[in-house]
């Protein structure tokens, strides 16, 4: 028996009056936050946009350096040993570097794929610093923060369809579509500091200094560098005073040591700037 998806308004009867109560009880889902992809959705959704990234050279050049790209593997693959890592070994944590010196940003997938620019490596001063931006990106993964804003921006008539195990196919449109997945995955200020916040507690574990990612809201904002420079990351990353301070916050709390140079690591990232080519 099919089910009748055309709109509520030509909807009748028992069916129509039960269709109707769904959607609202699925926009009251929605409003809460609840994501209603299960984590094989968000691997899928992570593969084909490692697919769609990968078939549009144009838009995103990948840097052919494994010695780069091998660096910040080993960085994240720290990152995930922390003990608060649920989707260790389900997600693949694999990072490809992005050969464009004018974009200053990085992002993960939904499952689990990290990006990252090399106009962000090339900002960055120190290894800890680095660290702490990757652990926020693997944040985002591992808090669903991607399908739970799929899940609110496509709002409760294709998220109901979703929830009935359909395949809407505005949906599979989007699937199709790296960019306009990466629209659908822009982070909220709340989702910032949370990945903020899981960022300095993975870091407690690896050896690097774990409120390092505040040199990054320091240089933001000290201007270092020209606003057009910036834009993507602004744009996909709202910071504001309340990062810094929950970073602060953190490190007082927690009592943390005042960094050395082993736990910045600026050696070490100077020898690896050296190899960007």
């Not at 549009?56 to 890592?85: D, F, H, K, T, W």
């Not at 995955?185 to 989702?191: E, I, K």
Request: hydrophobic share 35%.
């Amino acid at each position: 028996m099919s089910i009748d998806r055309s709109p509520l308004g030509r909807r009748h009867g028992r069916a129509g009056i039960f269709y109707a109560f769904l959607i609202t009880l699925v926009s009251g889902v929605v409003a809460c936050g609840v994501n209603l992809f299960t984590v094989n959705e968000d691997i899928q959704f992570g593969q084909q946009m490692d697919q769609e990234i990968r078939s549009n050279p144009a838009e995103y050049p990948i840097l052919q350096n494994e010695s780069v790209r091998g660096y910040l593997q080993n960085i994240v693959n720290r990152i995930v040993q922390a003990p608060q890592i649920k989707y260790r070994g389900r997600f693949p944590y694999k990072v490809t570097v992005i050969n464009d010196d004018r974009t200053v940003n990085a992002f993960a997938t939904p499952g689990g794929y990290v990006y990252v620019y090399t106009g962000l490596l090339r900002f960055l001063d120190n290894e800890a610093t680095l660290a702490g931006v990757l652990a926020h990106e693997v944040a985002h993964a591992e808090e669903r923060h991607g399908t739970e804003h799929m899940t609110q921006q496509l709002g409760a008539d294709v998220a109901l369809s979703i929830a009935l195990g359909n395949n809407p196919s505005r949906l599979a449109q989007i699937a199709g579509n790296a960019a306009a997945l990466l629209a659908l995955l822009r982070n909220s200020r709340t989702d910032e500091l949370e990945a903020d916040t899981r960022s300095f507690e993975y870091l407690r574990s690896t050896g690097y200094w774990p409120g390092a990612i505040r040199y990054f809201f320091e240089k933001i904002g000290q201007g270092r560098s020209s606003s057009s420079v910036l834009e993507e990351w602004t744009s996909t990353h709202p910071t504001d005073e309340a990062r810094m301070e929950n970073i602060n916050k953190l490190v007082r709390d927690y009592q943390i040591p005042a960094p050395t140079a082993s736990s910045l690591g600026t050696d070490s990232y100077r020898t690896m700037l050296r190899q960007l080519r």
